[in-house]
């Protein structure tokens, strides 16, 4: 009797895990991000945008651009693709496992799905400093200032749209007036501040 053959080694771990939060006018903001980033092959992301079941996969397709990273509804097991993001379906809260496959349940009641405040406390749990999450136009003080807390207490990149660009200014403002944000800056130059966050370049702390 032989041994059985040793089992199939696991993927091996991204390098960097770049998370986009928004709410009310994200989509335009993350239409300009997709449009404008190109994820390494070692690394890969995650979309949460506060948006109804109905409207994610349109959602999908609207942000797979060519040349640009795939976007694909998230599902209940998945694991964040190398070189392209996931999208978290509306209707469901997410979460890591400790083997970094999502997990999905249904949101807290009255509260927008998906919660950007638990993905991204998991995010930080689960991969530590090598989140990059960036807060995009959206209007809920009261989702995305604890997670992105988190984020940076874990030795992960923090950034957000500024101002001038961003439809809702009033989650990101939350999380830059408690310190929380290491770049704030307009749409059409964050692809640029991501893309050196993704190579692992350090964000100097700075506000446009």
Known sequence: MTDAPPAPPGPAPLRRVLILAASFGGPASLRAICAGI?????????ILQHIEPAFAETLAEGLSRPGGPAVRVAADGDRIPPG????????????FRTDGRVSLRP??????APGIDL??????????????????SGMDVEDGLSGITAVR???GTTL???????KSFGMARAAAAAGQIDVVAPLADLPRRIAEA????RLGREER
């Open 107 to 112: 949101p807290a009641p009255g509260r927008p």
């Open 38 to 46: 190109r994820i390494p092959p070692d690394c890969g992301g995650l």
């Open 198 to 201: 993704l190579e692992g370049g």
């Open 160 to 166: 957000a749209e500024g101002e001038q660009t961003a």
């Open 153 to 155: 207490e874990a030795g």
């Open 84 to 95: 392209g993001l996931l999208l978290a379906p509306g209707g469901s809260d997410l979460s």
């Open 119 to 136: 993905a991204l406390s998991s995010a930080a749990e689960r991969f530590g400093r090598r989140v990059v999450a960036a807060l995009l």
